[in-house]
T-cell receptor, first 115, second 109 residues
Framework: DAGITQSPRHKVTETGTPVTLRCHQTENHRYMYWYRQDPGHGLRLIHYSYGVKDTDKGEVSDGYSVSRSKTEDFLLTLESATSSQTSVYFC??????????????FGEGSRLTVL | GQQLNQSPQSMFIQEGEDVSMNCTSSSIFNTWLWYKQDPGEGPVLLIA?????ELTSNGRLTAQFGITRKDSFLNISASIPSDVGIYFC?????????FGTGTRLQVFP
């Protein structure tokens, strides 16, 4: 199994508060991704990174920011959480650019509830 | 944007039965993939298909890349309780990876 750890695994917060989710990998893979999973929508890409300090937006990036200061860590931040951001968030990694191959290794997910 | 229509949405079957699910789109894809998500876990890649018409097996799983490049199906033969989960198709094209909405499979002994 790919070594991916997400933290926290569960979080409940209030509208308007900042939230940061962390993804840590031990595989030294270049590419890292944040997805959200919602009923009826499957998995949707929020942001991705193709190297340290190199990131780009996915299809649902509004309200989210990311940072990657080290190869092994990719942070997802909600500056001011809203109820529409209640979701399960998955980090994924790949050795090659998955948006060309589709092959991803996923973490176990972080369930976020915004009240 | 592109959408993948995955069916059925859910299936309730008895252990030992065969299962078939499919994914269709109005768009053409270069790669089709099938992922499985166990309860409380992240998705895991089962099969990747790279050529139109390709038929690939992985144990009891068989998947095909449709000849029109707009669809794919996944078959599971002789289902067992650990097949329970959500199965996602995904299509890749032009720097985009699109996921279907999933088929939830329940297997009863």
């Amino acid at each position: 199994d790919a070594g991916i750890t997400q933290s926290p695994r569960h979080k409940v917060t209030e509208t308007g508060t900042p939230v940061t989710l962390r993804c840590h990998q031990t595989e030294n893979h270049r590419y890292m991704y944040w997805y959200r999973q919602d009923p009826g929508h499957g998995l949707r890409l929020i942001h991705y990174s193709y190297g340290v300090k190199d990131t780009d937006k996915g299809e649902v990036s509004d309200g989210y920011s990311v940072s990657r200061s080290k190869t092994e860590d990719f942070l997802l931040t909600l500056e001011s959480a809203t109820s529409s951001q209640t979701s399960v968030y998955f980090c994924a990694i790949s050795e090659s650019y998955s948006l060309n191959t589709g092959e991803l290794f996923f973490g176990e997910g972080s369930r976020l509830t915004v009240l | 944007g592109q959408q993948l229509n995955q069916s059925p949405q859910s299936m309730f079957i008895q252990e030992g039965e065969d299962v078939s699910m499919n994914c269709t789109s109005s768009s053409i894809f270069n790669t089709w993939l099938w992922y499985k998500q166990d309860p409380g876990e992240g998705p895991v890649l089962l099969i990747a298909l790279y050529k139109a018409g390709e038929l690939t097996s992985n144990g009891r799983l068989t998947a095909q890349f449709g000849i029109t490049r707009k669809d794919s199906f996944l078959n599971i033969s002789a289902s067992i309780p650990s097949d329970v989960g959500i199965y996602f198709c995904a299509g890749q094209m032009s720097d985009k990876l699109i996921f279907g909405t999933g088929t939830r499979l329940q297997v009863f002994p």
